[in-house]
Structure formats: structure tokens, C-alpha cells
């Protein structure tokens, strides 16, 4: 299979989209004369094109994109071409409205904006199938071709007739027989049991509350369409050119696609990362979705799009102080990207994408954006020698799709405890311990990881409560979070509150309630604070140590229990508190950081061979260093410790 | 006429919604040995049961019922039977979608959740009372009966087109001519009069605003259109089985349904009461639906819900602290209850609910939530003798939804000083001075109380007024905040912006201008705060007692009016200062309350010729009660006090 | 063509809304008793009489208003008639559903509230012309008619399938081709590209952000859709009465009409006038309505609608403390109108508007309410010699609704910088510094100007521009706030994120990004905070004032340029900074306020040869004003200075 060395061919890809249509031609060659000057040699082409390609049912136009295919390759630019099906062109919704999806309560969704296509619609993926084949057969051996980029931030919901047909197929082939479904659904409880398979529909507006495992398997539904019309793409186009790799972004820690079955059909995994230059925990959000990203890859992957300044759909959109692009941009090659492009290279001047900004920026050439795009292609250049390196992790963070959508459903104990924050709040503290993590399945093999983290995985399936107790009684360090082990599969209660062969191996001998927190209350714990949740527990007697709660109804039950290596934690310690333990359970487990004494807000990562070190501070910081060291950005050697200005950044060398 | 004591026969109801369709027969088995170790003797079996009993159209399933109905019979637990109409089978709402409510913008409400049924559906009213039929032939005759249960907390609303139909049917019977429609809606006003009935519609979706007397009726209608489909239920199995009595379950303090009315068609009037466990005026709002309850039902009345534990539908849902389920039952029966049930018996495993606790939490039997549910069987079956008795009160608060409705309009002074939060701080006022208090209607005969409170009446019928003003002329104090009789029963305003004949009674010469206060606003009055509203008003000469406005634009202007026993707040004063001026005006009135001397957070009622004494507070505290008593909890005597631990209650006979 | 002139006839109007149809007879003539003893000279009659006028499908019934029509005339008072359009009876929406507007979401607006009328409906269009000519033929001739009122503040927006229809046919004429459509709306992003007229919807709900110039020419195209409703009925009755003048009445600051156009098509230039009695900036927010209202009259102008005490649509509405409702009506006078009127006459008793205040309140002749009213009509009276007066200012504000509507665009770089807000702040600045100031089109003439403001606009045409450069290169001021010129006429970012002639003009040479700020926060500049908004600026070399930030990511970079008399500020100053910079610009440009030495809250205002001087303070002032004047008012002389009460008003002739 084709891999993402088949486009970086030795050198880190930097550039972004491309959206000529936008400009006249002489546009275009000034955009290449300052590509060229940036440092640029990747351009993203074709994402919004499909209108301009097929103007009217059928016809083709062509010639615009064999000029740019012509002119990039002649500047030694090399193209990731999109699939243009993620915004249709206006005709298709107005010669078949049933291509244009529905909400849950009937509105639709039509053209003027963008991804207003029904998964679902067979019309829609026929055309969409014509328009891919089309780009395939002219393409697919240009020169200029290095990797293929199906449809955008694949995230739409259907809930139509087309859907509800589809629905209906793909609920038939999970199970089988429609008793089967009503078991599944516990369809008993509200007199919800379905007499045929024609009166099963999408979770559509109710009185009161869903049933539950409607909606998640509407979320696995939603996911699995989506992935259908990705990979019949695919497929289209590895038909023709078998040696180019095939992407699709993904929106970062986008809770719509189950991002580990999608990653296994891809040949690059490619992610979309935008924080909020503003966000005080934005490195701290960006390592999370990068070292996610790298582990659906498996190694190397691509930061398909970030924005060089500030995007235009926050309520308040900032832009990126001095030096913080190039700093980003740096933390995720030292966190595994062998290509870092921006939506796109030049700012729109019209449409809704107008206000995001782009590497040349309304600004041109002489903007400060520009001028630190152009330094940041120049680090990259420095840093050729680390694409296709790796990163060893002896941490794994446990991450499933379908435990967050089960656990997001809309009645449950607490709206607040959403598996996002948690797993930031872990991930978080792992990062400011200067631990290297992975992210993992809960069913993958963990036997190359010392400690296992579960910040929460309310759905568990039985596979992976015996993956999770295999691992410990291997010699595996487990930590895990509250709300785990919930729920089966098919989001069933498990007897007790939570599997019975977890509370076996945490010392739990009864669950007796949840006691969720309200926003800004806190549980005093002994030697900390509990935030978000809380627990009434009675722990086994043979559990191996316990810290208690302080005060009130839950005096002196166990905030933190554990047996031998497993532990759990009943609460959300604060920050700081949370980074302390993990810790200290990661150096008893014989795992270290990458650096000892590292300031704050100072990240080290290392990649293959080389130790990046990045100060996302705003003071400039002196870091101990043991031993000598190459720095490939400044070409100096350093000893025993390096200097950082504000947001400065050393990659070493041994 | 059958009645409450039909069904409890000298005890207390103890039990819950038992729905086992959700589990094997094993556990039917296993629960029935829990039941009897609860002293469970009443379960409630079939309210989501429609598409068990009838899994497709025209199927009759009755052998599991059968089962359980001899089952429950064997072991000498009563069955409350319900009718399953609150949830039809998915395939009524495939084969008959105009079964479907509607709301204002016109969107469809369809299965997957409950209550997705269209009051004024033909089809589904037909499909309702067949299967109503089918039960009550089949077990009308079956000893485990105790009475039935009819739909489940009716609440759904329709704007659809056999609404509309519906409307007009109603709108005839109650105005006879359009004329007279025209005029009761006011339609001279914004063009809206009617030219044949055809054009008479649902308050659907406006530019701005709804004329609020269509809104009112619209309430008034489906109120009934609600009690159409109950009392068509109710006559079915009336016809099988005339001995038993009948119930519909409300929701507490609900408004959707005229609550007066709905009373006077049931045999038991029951509620669901739900108070967040985190409120610190939990017992105080607890209160109040107990005492409209027993108001609404004359005498003794069924709880027919509360939760053993957390409920599922709040943003955070909260456990009941150690004590809490015990002590809040027994607030019922104090309050005049015979019945103390739950939803559910067992906590579901699947479904949209399985996050509301149970009598069997997730946890099972050894659960902390199973075994307080076990010693409040166990305290009820010590109360047997209080089965029936009822409770004596000298202070009437008034209430009426019509009132209430035509209150919330849209567009008013203040979206404020809505009725339910008045209601309540009013109440509770009178909780925390001691003093017992019934609920009356404003037409109702006054006549038995010493005391009539109405915290704030929007709309009163001249009948309603009439009555008023003939409890004081007979010596009775009446007690009046703001907003009191400023329209009638149209929801026209009456002349001067309150009822003359009212003015005249309060000594108000002139209401010039209703002057409400903004959130985090109050008012200086002499010796007190106000809050959420003041009033610029003139006096009338002969006023026998003013407390004025200190400071602000209504400085010296009367907060507070007496003419003889007539008072008239218009302000609503802090808490402390409500409290103490009831309590003042019902010592006046020769009303004392229960017991003197009373430590906060204590609560006492008088129920027959037993006295209880609540301790909603967690700190223990003695309370002193003159003479000799038997505790009927404890088998012990108490001489002048009796001693509470927190949470805790003592039932005294003299 | 008519004029205001010809309805004033050398007297302030005063009067209001009057719907007798809600009233018997009897009420009518009490009505013209209290009009007269309350000086009322001008009632409105007719806004929403449609179903009255014409109560089925071509009935008509006016003997009703020939009996009010004769009775107004009969006691002097002169009758404003206006064509009842903005409500259709609910025959209408019955009998043609497509009358009935639809949103985004494709949800219906019934009857039952007003303004369910679709502008693109030709059914709706040929009713409302029908009664509008049945008005006009039958009144024209009567006496008692001195103005035509056009429905009611036209605000309706439809996105149906008729105003489709009209949509493409706007924009055929705005566009001429296709292919310029798809150029003015950058359609070639997001693959938006038309290849039909058919295909151009409204902008109907998308799954993510709307085009924005479909967006700007769908409010275009909405303001002219309601015009030509309105042009349509006054071209009815102007054929009928040419001598008679005619108005719409505007909401203020209303963001959904071209003021400027539509006040091109208005005889006379009326305004609806609510500010909350509870804004501490009532006062300057009322100042700015006033100033704009009579800059689009370009002379005197109506004030049709305030209200006497209270409104009814705020969450919590405020009545009008003793003195306001005066105080706001002088204010009027003061700032050019020549109308002061209410809505309504006489508060409803039934409907949705019953709590909004009337001239009679629901306390009625012996409230306070109508006695304001009394004291407000005397003093009228007292002023009629500034009727038909004119206001000269040396200061004009730009205001452009295409720009505001450009500017409220979904995705921007803050939804916290909206234009409404950063007028008011200007305005308010001049204001309080004692400036009057006109507000002007960015292409209208400044040339009597010696000061130009310019809060915002972020579209300006190259017309506008032109006339900005042409201005200071004949010696204007210029002041303008940041988000100024970045759009041309198609929302076209220009090149470098601001129109480089503008760029040249002010001193700056690179725009690198803007700052905006998050709510609460502020940055430090030299001398002053400023909020809301912060720019990355590179200054010219010739620039000849700068005022840096201080700290931050921006220190030491220009906050406010000067290059001769081009001002930029790229913050919004606090208040007293703003006040204090404009101040002196004023100053520099020889411009001074009405009076020196102005207290806070008090505002002096020339209008003709009169001094109005108000005090909007709760506290008694003494107002220093030069020289001897009579004080029309009390009818004493005042020397060298002026005492005025708590809201207290003089208007001096010198």
C-alpha cells in the first residue's frame, strides 16, 4: 500500500490550499514566485472546485486545473488533489432536492453554504462517483500528483427518507433479525418494540428523550455512510493510480467519525488543527490531537490544515501572536507530522472564508503573516532529516468513538462530565509531567505500553474488559478515570453500575451512587481536590491503598482506590493534583520523562533521533539539557542546557 | 363513588411502577422476594406496555401480564393497573401519522421517545380506548386489582390540522357565535377578527406576538382535549369494573392541565413529585404540591412517584443524601398521603431512563438505596393507623390555572414575576411560620377558613371576586399580593388595571403605574425589603394601615395596604419578613400554627390525631413538644420534646 | 411635493395612534374630550383596521370611520390615515397560504400575531393596493385627512418560493448577467458557481455560513421589496391626493430598511421612538434616533410613536418616572421634530398590546400617565414657534446600512464589534462634548461639514471613497474608527485589508492584522484604555501624530495616526477619552459646542434662533448660559444662567 513516504520522498511537505478559482491567472504566477519564496512544496488543489469543473450537469472543464497541474509541477510544487464532493455544485440540489440532508427535525439543508450533500442520497454519490473518476482518468499520471485528498471534514447528518432506508439496511446487517434490534435497543422500556423493519427510523424529533441506543447507533450509522462514500472514492481513484496515497481530513477530535476504523482505510491520516491562539492550554490542545493523530497512523501523519493567522468562525477570532505559528507548526513535526500546510495559501477576498486567514495574508507580502510563514518553510527545511521518524511512547491513553457517543447521550448523570474535558484533563497532565503518550483502542494490543491511561470509556465491550485485565495481570500499569465500564456494547447497564470484572480488579465492592458536582463545587480529598465528579464507594477489603474524601456525605469513602497495579479515581483532581499522581504511578511503573526538570510550559518530545524542545511561554527559559547537542535550527552546539526566547524552539541532535 | 380507601383498606401503599417486561422471567422471581422484604404491597404494571400487549396492530399479548397479575396476586401485592396509552406501538405512527402531535413552527413529534400521540387524533383515541378495552375485560374480574391507572402524566400539545378542528369544535361549544369569539379575543385589535370559524387556528408561529386570549383558550383546550381522552379511558374501565377506583398521575405543580377540573373526574388523585435532593428548598416545595395535592383531592391522595435516588433529566442529577428518600416519604403521609410509590421498582438496564434510579439502584440489594427504601417500608407499615385520617387548616392559599395562563403571556409587565415562583415564596412564608394551609379555587366555599391567601391571581371571574369580597364581609382576613384581579375571565383588563370592587376592598384609590424590578433589584420599604416588584399607588382616604416605600421614585407611596381585614401587598417582601408578617396577620386571625417554638428547618403537621415533627435540617436538634407522647417509629414515649438526628421524624400520638 | 409643512400648519403636532375600534361609540366621545383637554391636534387612525375595514374577501364597512373621520374634524383634531396593510385580515392567510412569509427554516408566519404578510406576494400586493385605493377614493376629500401613514414599520423578511421568484428578478436587473452574479458573489469559492438563474435561492438555512453578498443582496433585496410595497400604496393615494403628504413610519436604528432610500421616497420622515426608561443612556441613544431621523427628513420630521409610561415587550418593563415622558418629548422638539405622538391614544384593555402604556392608561383621566400627557401637550403649545425650524451642525456622522449589513456578516473577525454599537459610542462622545451633529451617506455631500466622522464602515463604494478624499483635500476633518473600508461595494476584501487610498490618507502603510478583543478585556494606550478592538499597524514615515499601545502584543505600535486632518483610531477609547479626543478635534477644526461649560447630563441644543436646554439628571442644575433670554416655557427672563429641575427643560429666545 502507498504511505505517506510516497509524497515526502525525504522531506517534510509544507504548503496548504490552494483555491485559484478565486484569482485571475496572473494571480497565479505571483502565488508561485512567493510559494517558491515561502519555501512551499505542496499545494492542496480541487477541494471547493466541483462547480468549476462541472459547471452543468456533465459537461467538464478541465483546462484551468491542467494549467495549474503544469505550472506547479513546473515549479517543482507537488499536488495533493481533492475530490470536489464536499460542496456540490448548485444545480445537483436543485435538480434533486433529496441529494440536500435534513435535520432531526425535518429542516433542510440547502446550497449556499457548503457540505450540503445527504450521504445517504444515491443520486449524490453516483455524481459524486462521475466527478472522482473524471479527476482520476485525467490525473492520475501527471507528474505533479503526490497524494489523493477525498472530499473535507467529512461531518454531515441525514435524517430523511434516503437516510432512514439506508438506516434501515445497515441496522439489518448488524443484527440480523429485528428481535435482535429490539434487544439490542431495549426496545421493551416505552413500548418502542418495532413490529417491522419499516418503522425504524432515524432518531427524529420526540416528545421526550430518545432511546439511546437509537442514537448511538445513528452516530455508527452516520459515521459508517460517511466512510462508505469516502472509501467508494477511494477506491475510484486507487483504481487508477494504486501507487498514490489516499487521505481524508478529519476535524480534530471530531466526536462524528470513528476515527480509528477510518484511519485503517486511509493511506495518509491527515488531521485539520485549529486552536485558539488565545486558548492559555492551546499547546496543550494541539499535543492531544497531534499525538491522537499519530496514533491512528501509526506513525507519520499530516497536519493538513492549520491557519497561519486567525481563522473567522469564533465569536472572537485572534491572530497568532509573534513566532506562535512557526512554534505550532514545529510541535507537530516533533510530535510526529511529516507535512504542515494551512487552509489556505492566499486569504480570500470574497466569500464566507473571507476574515480566515491565509498564508499571504490581505496583508501580501509585506505582512508580518507572510513573513513568518516564510520562516517557518525555512525551519522545516532544517529539519528534512527527521521525516519518517518515530516516536516510542511508553504511555497509552485509551480513546473510543463509541464510548463517547454512548456516553453523550442526553439523560445521564451529569451533562458536565463529557468525555472531551476529561480526556483533556488527562492527556493535559500527562503532557505537563513531560510524559510521551500514545492515544489507543481499548482492544488494541497494549502490550508494548508500561502503563495504560483511561481518563473515560463509559461503553466497554467485553473484548476490551478482558484486553484491559490481560494487560495488568501481564504486568501492566492501569489507571482509569470514572464513568469506565459503564455500559456494554449496546449501551446496556452492566449489573452494579460498572463490569463486574473491573470492580474486581480496582477493589471496588459496591458502587452505591454517583454523586456528579455541580459547576464550580469541588470535593475535598486528602492532600487535594476533586472537581466534576464524585462517587459513593465501598471498597473490597483486600484493596491495596485508598485516599479518602474529606467532608461531607462522602467522609472517609475512597476518592482513589487501588489494587496492586490497577487504579481508580472517583473524582477529577484538579490540574495539578492529576499531574502529581500520574506521575508518580508513571515512575513506579518505570517510566520517566523525556527531560528531568523541565521549566514550565516547556514540551519535550523526542523524535527518532533528535530531541525537540519547545518554550510555549512568553519569557524566554534556560532547559537543562544533559550532554552535547546540535541544535539544526541555529546550527550551534549546545551543552548541557539550552536557551529560549519567548515561543523558541531547539531541535538537538546527540 | 370508589375511593382511595378501596385500595389501601386500612394501609399505607408501598411500591412503585413495576415494569417487567424489561427483564427475564428469572428476575420477576428474584424481585418479588425483594418486594416482600420492602413490605412492597402495591406495584403499578403496564403504563409503557402497549406494544408488548399489542405488537402490531390488532395482536393481543396478555400471557406475561397474566402471569404477573396471578404472580403479584400470590405473594398479596395489589396491582394498579395502567393503561399503555401514553406510549403507542412505532406502528401507529407509521400506518397513521396524523396521530403525531404538531408544535407551533409545525414540527412533527414521532416515536423513538413517548407521549408522540395527538390528543385530538380520532385514530389514536380509537386505538387508545380498544386496548383500554381489552385490559379492563380481561382483568376487571382479577383479585391482584386495586385500581387503575389511566395514561401517564398528560402533557403533549398539538397544532396540527385535526387540532385546529378540534379547536373550533371547543371554541363553538364555549362561545356559541363567532361574534362572541371576536369579541372575547379582543380580534378589533391587529386585524384579527374572524370572518367564519375556518379561519380560527392553533396559536402557530407569528411574526409578533400571539393574541393571548387564543393562547389562553388554546390552553384551556388542550387541558380538556387531555381530560377527554383520561375521562374516555376512565369510562371504559369504569363500565368493567365500578368498584375500582381510578387515577391519572400529574406531574407536580404542573401547567399544562386545569388541575381543579381534572380532580373532580378521578376516583384517587395522585402526583409525581420530584425535588432536586440538592435544593435547600426541597422540603418547602415538596410541601406545596402535597398540600394542592390533598387540596385538589379532598382528603387523602396517592404519591405516585418520587425517586429512590438521582433522577436522569437534570443538567446534574444528584443521589439522595443518606436519609433523604426516608424522610421526604414520610413528609407525604404527613401531608396527607395513604400512598408512597416510586418510578421504578428496578432500575432499568436499557433505555432512556436508566439513569432514574430505583428501589433497586444498579447497585442490587446490597446497594445503600435498596436498603433505605426497605426502612421506609418498614416505617410506613408502623403509620398503618394514619391510613384515611385527614388534616385540618385555617388558611386557604388560592390557586387556578386559568389564572395562571392567562399570567404568562408573552408580552406583560415583568417575565419576572411569574405565578409559580410568587406561589411558592408565599408558601413557603407560611411553611416556615408553622402554619398548616390548604389550597382552595377562588369560587370555592370559603367558608371553613379563618385566613385566605392568594399570592397573586392575574385573572378572577366576577364570581371569583364576588366570593372574596363575601369571605371578608362573613369576617374572614384576606391576604392579597400584586397582580391580583387585573383581568377577567377573557383576559380583558379590568377598568383602572384592577377590579374596582378590589381597590375598593384594599383601600387603593388610584394604581397608577405597576413599577416590577429588575433580577438583583429590590426595594426599600419600612422594616423590610421588596423584591420583584412595586407599585405607584394612591391610597385611598379611609386605608386603615400603610407600610410605605422608603427611597427611589415611589418614596412614601404604600408597599403594603390594610382596610380592615383586607390586605394588599404590592411588593413581594424577603423571605424573614414574609414569613413574619403571615404570621402576624394569622395570629390576628386566631390562627396559631402547630407547635410553637419551632427550630428552623423543622417541620410539624397534625394529621388526624398524629402530630409529626420533621427535621429537614443535617444537624440534630431537639423540639420541644408540651406533654406526655407515644412515637409511633420508635415505640418509645417522649415527654415535652422529642430529640431528631438529622433527617429525622417522630409520629406522636398524644 | 407635500411637506410636513402642509400637515403642521405653524403647529407641533400631538397626538397619537388612536384604534377606536376596540371601544364603543361612547368611548369615542369621551376619547375627544380628553384630547382636547390634553391638546391633542393629530390622531393616527387606521393602522390596524384592515378585518374591520374589510371584514370578508371584498366587503367593505367604513361607515365606522366616517363617523370618526367627521367627529376628529368636527373638534379640530386632524386625522393621519393609514392604509392597514401591515396586518391582513386572516381571510387573507386562509384563503391564500402563500401570503404567508416563511423563514430561513422554511417555518410559516401565521396570522394571529401581524406582519404576516409576504413583501413578494402579488396576491398580497393586489389586496393591499385594493384597500389602499378604496382609502384613498373615499377620504381623500375629507377635511379632517392632513397625512397618509403607510402600513407600520415595515419589517418582514420572506425566504419562500414567490419571494424567490422576485429575488432573481432583483438581481437580474442589479447583475444584468449571470456570470456578474457569480463574479459579485465570489462564487467560485465553496463551488458555489450558478449555471442557472434557478438555482439563486434566499439565503435558506446550509449546513455552515451563508455567502455574504447572497446575504448582503438578499437584505437588498428585502429593503426593496418592502419600498415597492410601500411606493405602491402611496402612488395609490397620491394619485388621489397630491397635496397631501405621506409617511412610513421607521422602527429606529432599524436594521432591515435603507433609510436613506426610503427617506428619498417620504414626504415626510417619521420614526418610532422607545427607549427604556431605565437606560442610563436613554437620553444619547434617543439624541442619536433624533439626529438621524431629521438628517434623513433634512429638516423637521415626526416623532409617531413614543410611549406615555410603559411598554410591553422588554423582559421587565419600566414605566416612565414623573417628568421622562416630557423631558424625552421636548427633546424631539429640541432635535427637530415638528410631530410628538404615541402609540397609542388610549391603552387596549384586550390583545397583545394591552400593557403597553397609552396616553390614557388603564388608570385612566386621574392617572399620572395622562396627566404628564396634559402638561407635555401644554407646553407644545407654548413652542409653536419652532415648528417648521431647522438645526445647523458643523459635524456629520456617516452612517450606510449596505455597510452595516455587509458588517454583520456570520463569520468575522468579532461578532463583538457590530456596528450599532460602535455608533452609539460615537455618537454619544459628541453628545456628551456638547456637539450637534447631522449624520450623512458616505456619498452625500459633505461640504458644509467641517468635521466628518466615521464610527464604521466597513463597505464603502469607491463613490464614498472619493468623496471622503475629496473632503479633506478641501480642508475637512476626518475622523474615522477602525473596520473602515475594507469591502467594496460586493463585500470584495479590498487589497491589504483596507482601501489603500484610505490607508495612504490616514498613514498607514502595512494593516498586518486586526486584534479584536474578548469581552471585558482592554489595552493600554498612551493617555487613555481603549476597548472592544485593537490593529497591528506599521505607521508611514510621514504620518504626523501617533498615540501608541502600551504593553502586550501591540506595544509601541500607533493606536490613533494622524496624517494632517485624517484621524484613525484603531480602538474604541473608553467613553471620557472618546469624548475628550473628539473634543479637540472639534476644537482644531474651529468647531465649539452649543454651550461652554455644559454639566453632565445636561444637553443644550440651537434649533432655529431657540436655546433648548435639558436636563436629563435626577438632580436640580444650574446651567450657565450667556446673556439675557425669555424662557418660553415658564415665560420669565433668564439671566447669565438657568436653574432646571430634576428633568427640567427651558427653551430660550434670546
Partial sequence: MPHLNDSTRGRLLFGGDYNPEQWPEETWHEDIRLMKDAGVNSVTLGVFSWSKLEPEPGAREFGWLDTLMDLMHGNGIGVVLATPTASPPPWLGRLHPQTLPRDADGHVEHWGGRQHFSHSSAVYRRHAAEITEALAARYGGHPALTMWHINNEYCTVDHGDEAAARFRVWLRRRYGTLDALNTAWGTAFWS???????????????????????????????????????????????????????????????????????????????????????????????????????????????????????????????????????????????????????????????????????????????????????????????????????????????????????????????????????????????????????????????????????????????????????????????????????????????????????????????????????????????????????????????????????????????????????????????????????ARIAADAGVRPVLDGLPPAVEAVRRGELLFVLNHGREPVTVPVPGRHHDLLTGTTVTDGVRLDRYGVAVLRP
Fill in 192 to 582: 418502542q418494540h418495532h413490529d417491522t423493519w419499516d418503522s425504524v427510523i432515524p432518531p427524529r424529533r420526540v416528545h421526550y428523550l430518545h432511546n439511546p441506543t437509537q442514537v448511538l447507533d445513528f452516530r455508527r450509522f452516520t459515521s459508517d455512510m460517511l466512510l462508505e462514500c469516502c472509501t467508494a472514492e477511494r477506491d475510484i481513484v486507487r483504481r487508477y493510480t494504486p501507487h498514490i496515497p489516499v487521505t481524508s481530513n478529519f476535524m480534530p477530535l471530531w466526536i462524528g467519525q470513528d476515527g480509528w476504523r477510518w484511519a485503517e482505510e486511509e493511506d495518509v491520516v491527515s488531521v485539520d488543527l485549529y486552536p485558539d491562539p488565545r486558548d492559555p492550554l492551546g499547546a496543550q490542545y494541539g499535543a492531544l490531537v497531534q499525538d491522537l493523530t499519530r496514533s491512528q497512523a501509526r506513525g507519520p501523519w499530516m497536519l493538513m490544515e492549520q491557519a497561519a493567522g486567525p481563522v473567522n468562525w469564533r465569536g472572537v477570532n485572534h491572530p497568532k501572536p509573534r513566532g506562535l505559528n512557526r512554534l505550532w507548526s514545529l510541535q507537530a513535526v516533533a510530535r510526529g507530522a511529516d507535512a504542515v500546510c494551512y487552509f489556505q495559501w492566499r486569504q480570500s477576498r470574497q466569500g464566507a472564508e473571507k476574515f480566515h486567514s491565509g498564508m499571504v495574508s490581505h496583508a501580501g507580502e509585506q505582512g508580518r503573516t507572510f513573513q513568518e510563514v516564510k520562516r517557518t518553510g525555512a525551519d522545516l527545511r532544517r529539519l528534512a532529516e527527521v521525516t519518517g521518524t518515530r516516536i516510542a511512547a511508553d504511555i497509552a491513553i485509551l480513546h473510543d468513538w463509541h464510548a463517547w457517543w454512548a456516553g453523550e447521550q442526553q439523560a445521564r448523570p451529569s451533562r458536565r462530565a463529557g468525555l472531551e474535558g476529561v480526556l483533556r484533563a488527562w492527556h493535559r497532565a500527562l503532557w505537563e509531567a513531560g510524559l510521551t503518550t500514545d492515544f489507543a483502542h481499548p482492544e488494541h494490543d497494549l502490550g508494548g505500553y508500561r502503563v495504560v491511561v483511561v481518563p473515560q470509556l463509559y461503553l466497554l465491550t467485553d473484548a476490551a474488559i478482558e484486553n484491559l485485565l490481560g494487560f495488568v495481570r501481564a504486568g501492566g500499569t492501569l489507571v482509569s478515570g470514572f464513568l469506565t465500564g459503564v455500559a456494554d456494547e449496546d449501551d446496556r447497564v452492566r449489573p452494579g453500575g460498572m463490569d463486574a470484572r473491573l470492580r474486581e480488579l480496582f477493589g471496588i465492592r459496591v458502587l452505591h451512587e454517583w454523586w456528579p458536582l455541580e459547576a464550580g463545587e469541588s470535593t475535598e480529598c486528602d492532600g487535594f481536590r476533586g472537581t466534576l465528579w464524585s462517587e459513593e464507594i465501598e471498597a473490597a477489603d483486600d484493596v491495596t491503598e485508598t485516599v479518602p474524601y474529606r467532608g461531607g456525605e462522602l467522609d472517609g469513602l475512597p476518592a482513589l482506590l487501588r489494587r496492586d497495579r490497577a487504579w481508580y479515581l472517583s473524582t477529577l483532581p484538579e490540574p495539578d493534583a492529576l499531574r502529581a499522581l500520574l
